[in-house]
């Protein structure tokens, strides 16, 4: 247990569903993440929030949509997805100082997600 | 942003050490190198990070060359547990990327009994 929890771990989704992934950290962190790890390719990023406010989006399709309500919950909104998308999204969470680079990341679980 | 490489696969026998390298020649005087591995069909985890001095934890050692340009993470005795892909990640606070890892393709161990 990282103290970084992710629902659902697996979702199957049709490219007209609207579907939500949640992320939940009990650690108290200012700053979370969402990466993408698509099958054998590298992890990749798509949104950082800290301190709950969005500070970097990679280029992520608008059919991606975070929310972060509150420094302890993370959501992506996903609409008309593509097969493509199929991938498994990783939620993490640190705490950030503004200065420094030597704060380590608790990754959750992951959710598998299949657009069919 | 500075650019780690890594082999893309090494072998160990279970029980013997194993020295993951890193290379990392342009490094910066600010950043951190970072290690994760990731086990089969799970999230990333925190191996070890460092600066400029070696680092020792429960986990791992990390040995830092005087130059900063080269790292080894060493894994004292593996097992079959210690199957991953390793990410060799450097991290500062004027990174390009900001707070967030630039995860590469890493070294993927395998253990054999």
């Known amino acids: 247990e990282t103290g970084v929890t992710q629902t659902p771990r697996h979702l199957v989704m049709g490219m007209t569903n609207k579907k939500s992934l949640k992320c939940e950290q009990h650690?108290?962190?200012?700053?979370m993440y969402w990466y993408k790890q698509s099958a054998k390719k590298p992890l990749e990023l798509m949104f950082v929030?800290?301190?709950?406010?969005?500070?970097e989006n990679n280029s992520v399709p608008s059919r991606f949509s975070p929310e972060c309500p509150n420094s302890s919950h993370l959501f992506l909104h996903l609409h008309t997805l593509q097969p493509e998308d199929s991938a498994l999204y990783l939620c993490?969470?640190?705490?950030?100082?503004?200065?420094?680079?030597?704060?380590?990341?608790?990754f959750g679980p992951g959710t598998r997600l299949t657009v069919l | 942003d500075a650019k780690t490489t890594q082999p893309n696969s090494m072998e160990s026998n279970e029980e013997e050490p194993v020295h993951l390298p890193c290379n990392h020649s342009?490094?910066?005087?600010?950043?951190?190198i970072h290690w994760y591995r990731q086990l089969p069909s799970q999230g990333p985890e925190y191996v070890i990070h460092?600066?400029?001095s070696n680092v020792n934890n429960r986990m791992a050692s990390l040995a830092i060359a005087e130059d900063r340009k080269s790292s080894t993470l060493i894994l004292h005795r593996a097992t079959l547990r210690d199957a991953a892909v390793y990410y060799c990640?450097?991290?500062?606070?004027?990174?390009?990327?900001?707070?967030?890892?630039?995860f590469g393709k890493g070294t993927s161990l395998l253990v054999t009994p």
């Open positions: 993490a969470s640190s705490q950030e100082s503004r200065t420094r680079g030597d704060n380590e990341q608790f």
């Open positions: 342009t490094i910066s005087g600010t950043d951190y």
């Open positions: 460092g600066l400029t």
């Open positions: 990640i450097l991290r500062g606070p004027n990174s390009n990327s900001g707070y967030a890892l630039n």
């Open positions: 650690l108290g962190h200012n700053a």
């Open positions: 929030y800290n301190f709950k406010e969005q500070t």
